[in-house]
């Protein structure tokens, strides 16, 4: 017997069809009975009373019908997108990519797809390994066929779907950036949680002056590669003013200088685009690392960095995040996105439009903000950056966003973020 707190999610996922498909055939048999009652009660009743009772019976049975209606479209799967869906073709067998697109496969079904897919040594592997899937997973695999999907992938390389996922798409990537920060270190500092994509951005570092860049630093990648993970640690027990200037944390980055001579960033286009640019001497190495360590920052999430560095978005990353309104546009673009559950799998308002945006397509919106075109269709300027890009997100990939921005302008937004996270102590 399986323990309960050990039961397979598919078990739950499962379950979780079955009753909503009886809830959903409950409420049409509601409307079916409310329907015979209604004329039951005009045939059998003396008027107007027949047509009062009739009316009123008609009127719920609409009532009812309607939020049946709406309910099921709420919970309609939300296609994965074409950028995303051309680099996946790329990536993995053909039978994948067929079946995510044939079936309109969600991205939570496709990493379970994937997830039984990669014990598949031989024939008969998968059949086996079906009953882990959820029951709607499992229906799309047999409509599809099952020895079709075995035969197409038997000997064929399946790159893990995670790492795929961090390359490809850097609102994923950042998104678990977040979701790795420690909510302990929010609290203790008096910022609310729905905030922490805000926070986690760059924001906390809002109360050190125009000069105190977020997290988005050229250098950051730079000194990571010459630091181990014990000397960080020990920075990080040393955060506070008196300890940071003790000689144990100076031998650590006067280390850190020795290392990283030579390796300064590339200034000359970055500068041109608007990076801000400052030296590895002591002092910058010692301002950055205070920085990171005082945010909170773990030793995983800087870790990420390095990878975005290494996946060739992270200077770009640096450099639009150096435009617009306050030189810390992603803190609040993907915090507002984070806060509004458009990134959340799980959430009502989540777009994989927005999460699994490639890179080109970021860049691409970034360039319409740009362009005539988008200034005249945002009223903007082209050098608000940040507006412009919440602004084609709203407009282009987001319903839930556009409705959100129908309440709320994105200034207000941005200053209630601002706000917050200036008072973070």
Same mark, same amino acid.
């Given at each position: 017997?399986?323990? &309960?707190?050990?039961?397979?999610?598919?078990?739950?996922?499962?379950?979780?069809?079955?009753?909503?498909?009886?809830?959903?055939?409950? *409420?049409?048999?509601?409307?079916?009975?409310?329907?015979?009652?209604?004329?039951?009660?005009?045939?059998?009743?003396?008027?107007?009373?027949?047509?009062? &009772?009739?009316?009123?019976?008609?009127?719920?049975?609409?009532?009812?019908?309607?939020?049946?209606?709406?309910?099921?479209?709420?919970?309609?799967?939300?296609?994965?997108?074409?950028?995303?869906?051309?680099?996946?073709?790329?990536?993995?067998?053909?039978?994948?990519?067929?079946?995510?697109?044939?079936?309109?496969?969600?991205?939570?079904?496709?990493?379970?797809?994937?997830?039984?897919?990669?014990?598949?040594?031989?024939?008969?592997?998968?059949?086996?390994?079906?009953?882990?899937?959820?029951?709607?997973?499992?229906?799309?695999?047999?409509? $599809?066929?099952?020895?079709?999907?075995?035969?197409?992938?038997? @000997?064929?390389?399946?790159?893990?779907?995670?790492?795929?996922?961090?390359?490809?798409?850097?609102?994923?990537?950042?998104?678990?950036? &977040?979701?790795?920060?420690? !909510?302990?270190?929010?609290?203790? *500092?008096?910022?609310?949680?729905? =905030?922490?994509?805000?926070?986690?951005?760059?924001?906390?570092?809002?109360?050190?002056?125009?000069?105190?860049?977020?997290?988005?630093?050229?250098?950051?990648?730079?000194?990571?590669?010459?630091?181990?993970?014990?000397?960080?640690?020990?920075?990080?027990?040393?955060?506070?003013?008196?300890?940071?200037?003790?000689?144990?944390?100076?031998? +650590? +980055? /006067?280390?850190?200088?020795?290392?990283?001579? @030579?390796?300064?960033?590339?200034?000359?286009?970055?500068?041109? !685009?608007?990076?801000?640019?400052?030296?590895?001497?002591? /002092?910058?190495?010692?301002?950055?690392?205070?920085?990171?360590?005082?945010?909170?920052?773990?030793?995983?999430?800087?870790?990420?960095?390095?990878?975005?560095?290494?996946?060739? =978005?992270?200077?770009?990353?640096? $450099?639009?995040?150096?435009?617009?309104?306050?030189?810390?546009?992603?803190?609040? +673009?993907?915090?507002?996105?984070?806060?509004?559950?458009?990134?959340?799998?799980?959430?009502?308002? =989540?777009?994989?439009?927005?999460?699994?945006?490639?890179?080109?397509?970021?860049?691409?919106? =970034?360039?319409?903000?740009?362009?005539?075109?988008?200034?005249?269709?945002?009223?903007?300027?082209?050098?608000?950056?940040?507006?412009?890009?919440?602004?084609?997100?709203?407009?282009?990939?987001?319903?839930?966003?556009?409705?959100?921005?129908?309440?709320?302008?994105?200034?207000?937004?941005? /200053?209630?973020? +601002?706000?917050?996270?200036?008072?973070?102590?």
């Amino acid at each position: 017997m399986i323990p &309960i707190n050990m039961m397979p999610n598919s078990i739950f996922l499962r379950n979780n069809d079955i009753s909503r498909k009886s809830f959903f055939l409950v *409420r049409i048999a509601v409307v079916v009975a409310i329907v015979l009652a209604a004329i039951i009660v005009t045939a059998c009743l003396m008027s107007p009373i027949s047509y009062i &009772i009739g009316g009123v019976l008609g009127i719920v049975a609409i009532g009812v019908l309607a939020a049946t209606i709406i309910s099921e479209i709420k919970r309609t799967p939300k296609n994965l997108p074409k950028g995303f869906l051309d680099l996946l073709k790329n990536t993995y067998p053909a039978v994948v990519y067929n079946l995510v697109v044939q079936e309109h496969l969600t991205l939570s079904e496709l990493r379970e797809v994937l997830d039984i897919l990669k014990n598949v040594k031989k024939s008969g592997d998968l059949a086996s390994r079906l009953s882990n899937l959820s029951e709607r997973n499992r229906e799309k695999i047999s409509r $599809f066929g099952v020895k079709n999907l075995e035969q197409g992938v038997l @000997g064929m390389e399946l790159p893990p779907l995670e790492p795929f996922l961090r390359k490809h798409c850097p609102f994923y990537m950042l998104k678990t950036l &977040i979701n790795m920060g420690d !909510k302990s270190i929010l609290k203790s *500092r008096g910022c609310d949680e729905k =905030y922490q994509g805000c926070y986690w951005l760059g924001a906390a570092a809002l109360g050190g002056g125009n000069q105190m860049l977020g997290l988005f630093d050229l250098r950051i990648p730079i000194i990571m590669n010459s630091l181990d993970k014990k000397d960080f640690d020990f920075l990080k027990q040393h955060v506070d003013s008196s300890s940071w200037k003790s000689l144990e944390v100076q031998r +650590i +980055i /006067d280390g850190l200088v020795d290392k990283c001579k @030579g390796k300064q960033p590339a200034t000359t286009n970055n500068a041109s !685009k608007g990076v801000q640019c400052f030296p590895l001497d002591k /002092d910058n190495i010692s301002k950055v690392l205070h920085r990171l360590c005082w945010v909170g920052y773990s030793w995983e999430q800087l870790q990420l960095i390095l990878e975005m560095n290494a996946f060739d =978005y992270w200077s770009w990353f640096c $450099f639009f995040d150096g435009l617009g309104r306050m030189g810390k546009n992603l803190c609040f +673009i993907v915090g507002l996105l984070y806060m509004e559950g458009i990134l959340d799998e799980t959430s009502k308002a =989540y777009s994989p439009n927005v999460l699994l945006m490639t890179l080109n397509e970021i860049q691409e919106a =970034y360039a319409y903000g740009q362009s005539s075109l988008g200034s005249k269709k945002f009223g903007r300027q082209s050098s608000q950056v940040t507006e412009n890009m919440i602004d084609y997100i709203a407009a282009f990939l987001s319903p839930h966003l556009r409705q959100v921005l129908k309440t709320k302008n994105i200034a207000e937004a941005i /200053d209630e973020m +601002i706000k917050v996270t200036s008072n973070i102590e």
